[in-house]
């Protein structure tokens, strides 16, 4: 998924998925957590909470990122 500088979307999830951020950076909150998140190109997140998170690109170009189910073993090649 691409979004765009400034575009905000609600994404459902899993607990125990992990958000993938290939460029870009991104802003997100989720249910039950109350911290806010920041997450940059090369960098991830694992998921704590069931339910929606709100995201945001957060910075000077489009943020480019993917979602991978909890019970998925397949990485994005430039993931460590």
Known sequence: MTLPVGA???LRHRAGARLEVA???VWLTEP???DDHFVAGGESLLLHH???IVI???GTSPAVLRI???S???RLPWSP
């Open 8 to 10: 905000a979307h609600t």
């Open 23 to 25: 460029s870009g950076r």
């Open 32 to 34: 039950g957590d109350l």
């Open 50 to 52: 069931d339910g929606p």
């Open 56 to 58: 945001q690109s957060d």
């Open 68 to 70: 991978v189910g909890s």
């Open 72 to 74: 998925s073993t397949r």
